[in-house]
């Protein structure tokens, strides 16, 4: 198991940012990939991010060129920050790190952006 904390999240305007953070323990961060899903109300899950040991990311389309995402492996954290959001990325967001084909998950955070 490896252990994942999800903070951040909240309510904003269309527009406005936020920051996710995610932490995990137990585990050498660096032998995992990490990232971010979202599963707005009613559509399956879908993937935001992921970073990779070394730092290299890989976006979903409908958030390229407006989120950002960073990890540091000595403290076993990611933070995604998210600018400019619209209403379609309402959603739970829900951090990962994966090894392989194995996945472990957070609890989730919701993301609301409604005017």
């Known amino acids: 198991q490896v252990p994942l904390v999800e903070s951040g999240g909240g309510s904003v305007q269309p527009g406005e940012s936020l920051r996710l953070s995610c932490a995990a323990s137990?585990?050498?961060?660096?032998?995992?990939?990490a990232g971010w899903y979202r599963q707005a109300p009613g559509k399956q899950r879908e993937r935001v991010v992921e970073v990779r040991f070394n730092g290299r990311a890989t976006f979903d389309d409908s958030v390229n060129g407006r989120f950002t995402i960073s990890r540091d492996n000595a403290k076993a954290t990611i933070v995604l920050q998210m600018n400019n959001l619209s209403p379609e990325d309402t959603g739970v967001y829900f951090c990962?790190?994966?090894?392989?084909?194995?996945?472990?998950w957070g609890r989730g955070t919701q993301v609301t952006v409604s005017s």
């Open positions: 137990g585990v050498i961060f660096s032998q995992y990939a």
């Open positions: 990962y790190a994966r090894r392989g084909q194995q996945y472990f």
